[in-house]
T-cell receptor, first 115, second 113 residues
Framework: NAGVMQNPRHLVRRRGQEARLRCSPM?????VYWYRQLPEEGLKFMVY????????ESGMPKERFSAEFPKEGPSILRIQQVVRGDSAAYFC?????????????FGDGTRLSIL | DAKTTQPPSMDCAEGRAANLPCNHS???????VYWYRQIHSQGPQYIIH???NNETNEMASLIITEDRKSSTLILPHATLRDTAVYYC??????????????FGQGTRLTINP
């Protein structure tokens, strides 16, 4: 049973470019969560999505960041006009249902570096 | 969100039991305690969770006090591969019934040979 798959594992962008991070949840999971980890810090929640719906984006920066989880295909976290401060590890997690006794399972992340 | 307090670091000898404490004195009645760990450069790995009763799985045991204000994660026979940052998390509730995980600084556990 494949786990949460994220790609690319490493992404390098220059300031002003766009970054697209992909996340395929575990089989049978329809709930996706994105987290960001800045260097030497803990993970911070960004957004929670179900298929074709954003449920909670309270942790997303107001500008330049967007997320989607289409009916078909992976979830995408998109960062426009990247800046140095966007350099971080971005983790995706998934769960089968939205109940508190279902653990979220994480992928190994995308490490974004901004030159 | 209920807050958790963990020691910043701990050491344990290989082969011994590692006992990681966590305080969560403001936990509410329907909030679960979750434990994850993060080995360097990897994503967080789910370990175990519980509500009121003690829990055990193939990785660890979770002991929750009767008043639910604290808990202890026990790795019964620690190996070098258990060296990681361990996070104790009380699950918050989002609107719509789903939850986000609020990560603190965790405990950096070092297993020594």
């Amino acid at each position: 049973n494949a786990g949460v798959m994220q790609n690319p594992r490493h992404l390098v962008r220059r300031r002003g470019q766009e970054a697209r991070l992909r996340c395929s949840p575990m089989k049978g999971h329809s709930h996706v969560y994105w987290y960001r980890q800045l260097p030497e810090e803990g993970l911070k929640f960004m957004v929670y999505l179900q298929k074709e719906n954003i449920i909670d984006e309270s942790g997303m920066p107001k500008e330049r960041f967007s997320a989607e989880f289409p009916k078909e295909g992976p979830s995408i976290l998109r960062i426009q006009q990247v800046v140095r401060g966007d350099s971080a590890a971005y983790f995706c997690a998934s769960s089968p249902r939205q109940v508190e006794d279902q653990p979220q399972h994480f992928g190994d992340g995308t490490r974004l570096s901004i030159l | 969100d209920a807050k958790t307090t963990q020691p910043p670091s701990m050491d344990c000898a290989e082969g011994r039991a590692a006992n990681l404490p966590c305080n969560h004195s403001t936990i509410s009645g329907n909030e679960y305690v979750y434990w994850y760990r993060q080995i360097h450069s990897q994503g967080p790995q789910y370990i175990i969770h519980g509500l009121k009763n003690n829990e055990t799985n193939e990785m660890a045991s979770l002991i929750i006090t009767e008043d639910r204000k604290s808990s202890t994660l026990i790795l019964p026979h620690a190996t070098l591969r258990d060296t990681a940052v361990y996070y104790c998390i009380v699950r918050a509730t989002l609107g719509g019934g789903a939850q986000k995980l609020v990560f603190g600084q965790g405990t950096r556990l070092t297993i020594n040979p």
